[in-house]
């Protein structure tokens, strides 16, 4: 693929379907296109599976009429075609509820990003991604307890454009090599639960060392979980999240409450936190959407907006809300390009090591490598099951524990004291976080 | 379509499978007194899998032209034979099915794709109304539509060459009430494999705007669920995701190869003698199970499979080439999401038989327990661990319902679960219609049964 003709054919194709929409009877327009090629090999059962290859590419259209809007998305770029999908559209917006807030985005100037964009990645042969899989197989199963249900690798190459009516346009590109894990580990009659973990390369001479550290860790994890017994007593305290759990745990739950979408709707507890502390002093939350290895890196929103860098929570104080630009116009604030909340969240590091944080439990503590369980973000209460979990005791050998749960409240946690330990880790997706101590957590044993 | 793969296929070598798919995707949702979501979707392409010197080749393309599934076609050849050197265990053989020849147009696809976009969004913005009026305390009302219209057309090698149109409505409500951070959310929600006339029908939709408030103003005061390992009865819904998440997944045949704890207990007793559980794309029980399937991806009819029977474990489920493996019948359990994906083993309808028992004997067996209501997520693990949510729960005190709990969350064992089934009510659901089951793809499932009384751990607050 050459990815300059390609948006060159996309951008010509998004001038088009926007004209033809304003000569359909629309007031506005945004369309949306994207085109690539990704080929996938895997490995299932202990064996090589399957080799697959796809090409293709898609068009979703929103038509403005009367203050209303609709949206079709279709995996055609024939003319025809798109021209269906605009009066699909139209026919949409038509029934429903008039709405003077919605609005496209205005023009604007784009950081380059300068994505990596790797030639030899791009050109990778099948032969090449099933060398690549027989390597990260054979690193994860450095112990024949490992049993791997499902590895795959694959290798992506886009690009995508947006355009809208009031002359937005907005590119970028993305060639990678992803991979994933899951498997369990198996001595006799002992069977531990599923774990799984993947990451990604955008060059192609990073993926060998990248590949060999998540194998590495995989199958350390599962190996960690034979011989797990259940706890024999819970407790209520403290609990070592690693930085998937301080994502999906402290994180997620957080934004969920700064988004102007949720303030509007009146679903959010920190609409009037401004200035206010929402979480312990040594947390700091970021959004870095210019951090190329993460996943979530852009330079544009979805519906076409600048990003940048913002302090979310600073030392534990609420600096700002974020908001999409359908928010902004209802609440009569600036859009921040962040209609789903923070690009690629980013916590301040700590200063502990992993040692210092369990030491700082003052007491065995249980350290969870999933979380299987409900949510409630409005509510912040949350319960649920602690996957791959061992209890950590400065000195001690780390030991597996199974079946037990934990619960709490969300917003409890983030206010209650923390230790933030000092080493930030990325999965290639959309963090950058480190582990954290937390408190106010009920562990439940059998 | 069917003409068109059909001659494709003639005079190809090995297996090959053609798999024609149309998606077509409406969703509609107001909330707040606004209208957030008016969308369509259309997606169509061909799958294309070859199997060729033991090993499997896939390729797919948005170009449904003859001359582009032709070159699909070489496209899986040249996959599969990039693999030959890599496979270890050569597919040895896909075991013999029973094919579907059948053209099948369900009358409810022509019905709800003639009925109007403006009453499809007008009854989305009616019940949002409805509910938002329905009490003082809900500060936001939601009403979702949701209807997927799936064509499928597929062709194999050796006799497959079937065709089906079926439609996929799905209707949701959600309140929230109260302010700042003492808010609930509560919720209803309904999916079937029909018309508007079976999913309006269906006994989650009656009443649901009520429904959906009464709860929320039950949750308003509710506490958090008490923890520990408590005697609970299961709803429908909740057996229905006990079937799914805690056995269903560990019997698929795919799983138990790679280790599951269902692995080699095959006649084993892994549950009380009231325990029968089955999977089937076709079900005799109850009406509309949104995972209904005449046929699955691989052209195979859709028949039931009973995995446990009186407690004891008798079959897994399968595709064509783990059945061969284990010399079993596939019943029709290999399904894609898109034609872009490749058919992997999964569940259509998973089921609890009733028993003959009426919910109040359930309930007075019971000295200090739950019922536990609405079903939310749930994950289940290799070992047979499984965890699963549910939006409410009701304290049973001596055999009498009592005051409300707040979400809980429910663990356990799968087969120690089942071994504590004590009781079954006579009763049938449906009631999972609403969700979609996640592998990697996703697919549309049901799943259901009658009150289940058994132990499991109930996730609460120390």
Redesign the interface.
């Known amino acids: 693929m050459n990815p300059s003709k390609e948006l060159d054919r996309l951008r010509g194709l998004n001038a088009w379907a926007i004209e033809r929409a304003m000569a359909m009877g629309a007031d506005g327009a945004f369309v949306s296109t994207q085109s690539g090629l990704s080929s996938k090999?895997s490995y299932?059962?202990?064996?090589?599976?399957?080799?697959?290859?796809?090409?293709?590419?898609?068009l979703?259209i929103t038509i403005h009429k009367d203050e209303?809007?609709?949206?079709?998305?279709?995996?055609?770029f024939e003319r025809d075609e798109v021209e269906g999908?605009i009066s699909?559209?139209l026919?949409?917006?038509?029934?429903?509820?008039p709405?003077p807030y919605i609005a496209l985005a205005p023009q604007a100037d784009y950081l380059n990003l300068e994505t990596p964009w790797d030639d030899e990645l791009v050109g990778m042969e099948?032969?090449q991604l099933?060398d690549l899989l027989?390597h990260l197989m054979k690193a994860t199963r450095v112990d024949d307890r490992v049993?791997?249900?499902?590895v795959a690798v694959d290798r992506s190459v886009g690009v995508r454009c947006i355009s809208n009516s009031e002359g937005m346009v907005a590119t970028d590109r993305h060639a990678q090599l992803n991979w994933s894990l899951m498997?369990?580990a198996?001595e006799g009659d002992d069977?531990?639960?599923?774990d799984y973990l993947g990451n990604r390369a955008r060059r192609l001479d990073d993926a060998n060392a990248k590949m060999e550290a998540s194998a590495r860790e995989l199958s350390s994890r599962l190996l960690g979980q034979l011989r797990a017994r259940p706890l024999e007593e819970?407790?209520?305290g403290k609990v070592l999240l690693p930085p998937s759990l301080v994502e999906e745990l402290l994180v997620d739950p957080l934004v969920y409450h700064l988004q102007g979408s949720q303030i509007m709707?009146?679903?959010s507890?920190m609409a009037d936190s401004l200035g206010e502390k929402v979480a312990h002093e040594s947390f700091t939350l970021k959004d870095t959407p210019h951090d190329t290895e993460l996943r979530g890196a852009t330079a544009f929103s979805g519906e076409g907006i600048p990003t940048e860098p913002m302090v979310l929570v600073e030392s534990g104080k609420l600096k700002t809300h974020v908001d999409s630009l359908y928010s902004s116009r209802r609440r009569g604030t600036r859009p921040t390009g962040n209609g789903g909340g923070p690009h690629a969240s980013c916590l301040a590091p700590g200063q502990f090591d992993r040692n210092e944080l369990i030491g700082r439990a003052g007491r065995p503590v249980l350290f969870p490598s999933r979380f299987?369980?409900?949510l409630?973000p409005?509510?912040?209460?949350f319960?649920?099951?602690a996957?791959g979990a061992t209890l950590e005791e400065v000195g001690v050998k780390p030991r597996p524990i199974?079946?037990v749960?934990?619960?709490?409240n969300i917003?409890e946690i983030l206010l209650a004291p923390m230790s933030v330990g000092r080493e930030l880790k990325t999965d290639g997706g959309y963090y950058r976080l480190p582990d954290i101590l937390v408190d106010e957590v009920?562990?439940?044993s059998? | 379509m069917l003409d068109v793969l059909t001659d494709l296929i003639q005079g190809q070598d090995g297996y090959v499978e053609l798999r024609y798919h149309e998606h077509r995707g409406n969703g509609f949702m107001?909330?707040?007194?606004?209208?957030d979501?008016?969308?369509?979707?259309?997606?169509?392409?061909v799958g294309i899998r070859v199997l060729e010197n033991g090993?499997?080749?896939?390729?797919?393309?948005?170009d449904v032209s003859p001359g582009a599934i032709a070159l699909g076609i070489e496209?899986a050849r040249?996959?599969?034979r990039?693999?030959v050197k890599?496979?270890?265990?050569k597919v040895e053989g896909l075991a013999e099915a029973n094919l579907s020849t059948i053209s099948l147009e369900d009358p409810a696809y022509s019905r709800l794709m003639e009925l109007s976009?403006?009453e499809k969004?007008?009854r989305v913005?009616e019940l949002e109304r409805a509910l938002e009026k329905e009490h003082s305390k809900i500060?936001?009302a939601l009403v979702s539509y949701s209807e997927i219209f799936e064509e499928k057309v597929i062709v194999t090698t050796d006799g497959a060459a079937c065709s089906r149109k079926l439609v996929r409505p799905e209707i949701r409500t959600m309140a929230?009430l109260g302010?700042?951070?003492?808010?609930?959310?509560a919720g209803r929600a309904v999916g079937v494999t029909g018309d508007w006339e079976a999913l309006f029908g269906h006994h989650e939709a009656q009443n649901m705007v009520e429904e959906t408030a009464r709860e929320g103003l039950n949750l308003l005061t509710a506490d958090?669920a008490p923890?520990?390992?408590k005697d609970v009865v299961l709803a429908p819904s909740l057996v229905g995701l006990l079937c799914h998440e805690a056995i269903g997944h560990t019997v698929e045949a795919?799983?138990v190869?790679?280790?599951?704890?269902a692995k080699g207990k095959l006649g084993v007793r892994v549950g009380s003698e009231l325990v029968s559980l089955h999977d089937g794309g076709q079900p005799a029980l109850g009406e509309h199970p949104a995972g209904y399937l005449p046929f699955d991806d691989e052209g195979v009819s859709c028949s039931s499979t009973t995995i446990i029977e009186d407690g004891v474990l008798t079959s897994y489920l399968h595709d064509r080439e783990s059945a061969y493996r284990h010399g079993q019948a596939p019943m029709g359990n290999a399904r894609a999401w898109s034609y872009?994906d490749?058919p992997l083993i999964r569940m259509t309808n998973t089921w609890l038989e009733p028993g003959d028992m009426e919910l109040e004997g359930l309930l007075e067996g019971v000295e200090d327990g739950l019922l536990v209501l609405g079903a939310?997520?749930g994950?289940a693990?290799?070992?047979g661990?499984f965890?699963f949510?549910s939006s409410c729960a009701r304290e049973i005190r001596s055999g009498k319902l009592g005051k409300w709990y707040?979400?809980?969350?429910l663990?356990?064992?799968a087969f120690d679960v089942l071994q504590s089934i004590d009781g079954l009510s006579k009763d049938f659901r449906w009631d999972l219609g609403s969700g979609y089951c996640g592998k990697?793809q996703s697919a549309k499932v049901d799943a259901g049964g009658p009150f289940a009384r058994c132990k499991m751990?109930v996730?609460?607050?120390?």
């Open positions: 090999v299932e059962k202990n064996d090589f599976s399957l080799v697959s290859s796809h090409r293709g590419g898609g979703s209303r809007c609709g949206g079709v998305g279709i995996n055609s999908a699909r559209a026919d949409l917006a038509r029934p429903t509820i709405d099948p032969e099933l027989s049993s791997l249900d499902h498997g369990m198996i069977v531990t639960g599923f819970g407790y209520r709707d009146g679903k507890r299987s369980g409900n409630d409005v509510s912040g209460d319960s649920g099951v996957k199974k079946e749960m934990i619960s709490g917003f009920s562990v439940i059998h | 107001a909330q707040k007194g606004r209208f979501h008016s969308g369509s979707s259309i997606h169509r392409g090993c499997w080749g896939f390729s797919s393309t948005s496209e040249a996959s599969a990039s693999l890599y496979r270890m265990n976009l403006e969004i007008g913005i500060h936001t929230y302010e700042g951070a003492d808010q609930v959310l958090h923890a520990g390992l795919d799983f190869e790679a280790g599951s704890v872009n490749e939310g997520g994950q693990d290799a070992n661990e965890m949510g707040r979400e809980a969350s663990s356990g064992v990697g751990m996730g609460g607050r120390l």
